[in-house]
């Protein structure tokens, strides 16, 4: 049996950057690395087990026996693990034999920082290289104008088990399949971004991925490492976004994982108040810990450059910022200052912005954060937490709760809509519909709607409509783009079939046409996150259900004016204040018969009279469809 030889990759100046908590490519030393040693190809392994007292890897190169392949501590405290065994080439499964200094338990662990992994149930890690050839190099030379804050970003949310099925082998899509069947999708819908849910690698399949056990591996559920790169390759060569949830808040216990890595809490927080997830049976890291912060920060930066990815949305803010989060009285502890703030959390979150931006100016981080911490995507300078976004959750449920009342009754609940702008651009709010939003017996998007048929997929044009016209970005889940009718089953397929029925290919049709309006009209983007960008013209008239506004970009000529008719009922010879003079000419309609509406109104120009109304010098009367948004050009 082949000996394992001392060797290293780690300098000085390494292990200085790792005990301080700024090694941002740690990746690069970490984990098994194929290299050459006198002569002799094979693998170097690497692992942080500070309290161990012994550990070897094992894998079938040595029977999986124990002790064949001792590493050896580094001499400088670091609890650095490593050597080099000639003859371990690609492919090789393995994990780490791990003994532990401080009570003798032996624990068998996959490598934390492993590229690749077995397919689930199996949980070795594998040996392996990244070797791809990119052909995106426009779209990352050119990404800073496509990525940005002013301009358009339509996500669409997947998850990749459960969006289409190869249906005679009745398995996912391979992410090969997907470069070809996801891509042509994306493009026809005209979406400018996809968000992939986790695909690092993940045991529990109704985890969804937001238990992750191999951080830097793309589950092999799909496919290699390289065959994702493929798919990202793809997705970007056609002018297409990539975005990836990335999961810091807290990971699964499995015995294979990073949980009391080697016999001690290594990666989580060792006080149970800080270090466990009560509602999802997970751990949580240890965000005070410098070993922790360079192999959180290491990985978010990992899938940025190794995988080319433009954004990271970051799962479970809330969870990491506050010390009570879903926690009673007597289950945590105050900060040194009285408060709830998780101190430590807060310090990683912009020490991790900070980092992504220094090195990707041009991606965005997008947090997924419920509650009214302040500044969550302000710059760090300022005192933000230093997100590039924020989920705008208030309006989504509030925008839900509406739309789920009988039209008769909105009129009292006119607030409901009006509401989000009060604090709309208190943060850069990205507007989501998510995969939380159609599970759990909540229905799906259109099972929320309400009157018949009809009015459903009305009411379901209405709120997409609506949705692309406020302020912000804005993301879909898969399915609700064409008006899935049963909740989201992550075992299943997507509904396809349905696209033979007008009414969800109207849906469609809708939201490719309002990607198109998205993208064609800088005054829904380029101010978007700015109050400049947006002016009320009435949020008053709730006895009609009725509210109307103005988009504005940089070019005042390319004002648009948006009136939302809340109910069936068409208003005809509805009076709007203007204001300036000009005409308005109709740009979209909601109710157009190409998404089975009814069609009711021309695409006739309207004329802007000198004559005042709702507090502006011009009016103009026009004819508003029933549950339906019309957007209108202000031409001079």
Known sequence: ???????SLFTDFDIDLFKSGKHYQLYKKLGSHLVTVDGQKGTYFAVWAPSAKAVSVIGDFNFWVEGDNQLD????????????????????????????????????????????????????????????KWKDTAWMKNRKDVNALDKPYSVYEVHLGSWRRNAEEDRPLTYLELADELVNYLKETQFTHVEFMPIMEYP?????????????????????????????????QNNIGVLLDWVPSHFPEDAHGLGFFDGTCVYEHPDRKKGYHNDWKSLI????????KSFLISNALFWLEQYHADGLRVDAVASMLYLDYSREDGEWDPNIYGGNENLEAIAFIKELNEAVYKNFPDVQTIAEESTNFPMVSKPIYSGGLGFGMKWMMGWMHDTLEYFKKESIY?????????????????????????????????????????????????????????????PGTNLMFMGSEFGQSEEWNFQGSLDWHLLAYDFHKGIKDLVTDLNILYRNNPALYEKQFSNEGFEWIDYGDAENSVISFIRKGNN?????????????????????????????????????????????????????????????????????????????????
């Open 1 to 7: 049996m082949t000996k394992t030889i001392p060797y």
């Open 73 to 132: 501590v580094r001499w400088d405290s670091s609890g650095i693990w490593e050597g080099f065994i000639p003859g371990v080439g690609q492919g090789e499964k393995y994990k780490y034999k791990i003994q532990s200094n401080h009570n003798n338990i032996t624990t068998e662990k996959a490598d934390p920082y492993a590229l690749s992994c077995e397919h689930p149930p199996n949980t070795a890690s594998i040996v392996w290289d990244l070797k791809y």
């Open 204 to 236: 529990y399949d109704p985890s969804w991925g937001y238990q992750v056990t191999g951080y830097f591996a793309p589950t092999s559920r799909f496919g290699k490492p390289e065959d994702f790169m493929l798919l990202v390759d793809t997705l970007h």
């Open 285 to 292: 890291f240890n965000y005070g810990r410098n070993e922790v």
């Open 410 to 470: 909105r009129k009292h609940h006119q607030n409901d809509l009006t509401f989000s702008m009060t604090y709309a651009f208190t943060e850069n709010f990205m507007l989501p519909f998510s995969h939380d939003e159609v599970v759990y017996g909540k229905k799906s998007i259109r099972g929320r709607m309400t009157g018949d048929e009809w009015q459903q997929f009305a009411n379901l044009r209405l709120l997409y409509g609506y949705m692309f016209t406020h």
């Open 556 to 636: 005042s000529e390319e004002d648009l004016v948006v009136v939302c008719n809340m109910t069936p009922v068409v208003r005809e010879k509805y009076q709007i204040g203007i204001p300036r003079k000009g005409s308005l000419k109709p740009i979209f309609n909601t109710d157009n018969k190409k998404y089975n509406g009814s069609g009711i109104v021309s695409n006739r120009k309207v004329s802007v009279k000198k004559a005042k109304w709702q507090n502006m010098p011009f009016s103009a009367v026009i004819t508003l469809p029933s549950l339906a948004v019309m957007v209108y050009k202000l031409e001079q």
